[in-house]
């Protein structure tokens, strides 16, 4: 589990999110062999949100490939910034998220 998730980069605060539902601490330290179509089919998309306010959201193997991530202020730890190019092919407005 722990070298799946050092894999994806999720954050400090999704690893501790998924680590929690993990009720034997041994499952974490495991290896296995990943199996792309499973878990396409159960996590097939990957979703950011900021500080800022803004949502990003990508297919869960493609998301490092389609948003580039930089860190805003060397040597500190947790402010980034996100990019993307692509054109516009649907957009929506929501009452909530």
């Known amino acids: ?3 799946f998730l050092d894999h994806f980069h ?3 605060p999704t690893r501790n999110a998924i680590l929690a539902e993990i009720k034997d601490p041994a499952i974490q330290a495991e290896s296995s062999i990943f199996d792309a179509p499973v878990f ?3 996590v097939a998309y990957r979703t950011v949100e900021l500080s800022s ?3 990003l959201t ?3 193997a493609e998301f490092d490939e389609v948003f580039t991530k930089e860190p805003v202020h060397a040597g500190v730890d947790g402010e980034y910034k996100y990019s993307t190019v692509g ?3 649907t957009e ?3 009452r909530s998220k």
Do not use: C, H, L, R
């Open 1 to 3: 589990m722990n070298d």
């Open 10 to 12: 999720f954050s400090e």
């Open 40 to 42: 396409t089919e159960q």
């Open 53 to 55: 306010g803004a949502v």
């Open 58 to 60: 990508a297919p869960s």
């Open 87 to 89: 054109s516009v092919v």
């Open 92 to 94: 929506k407005v929501a």
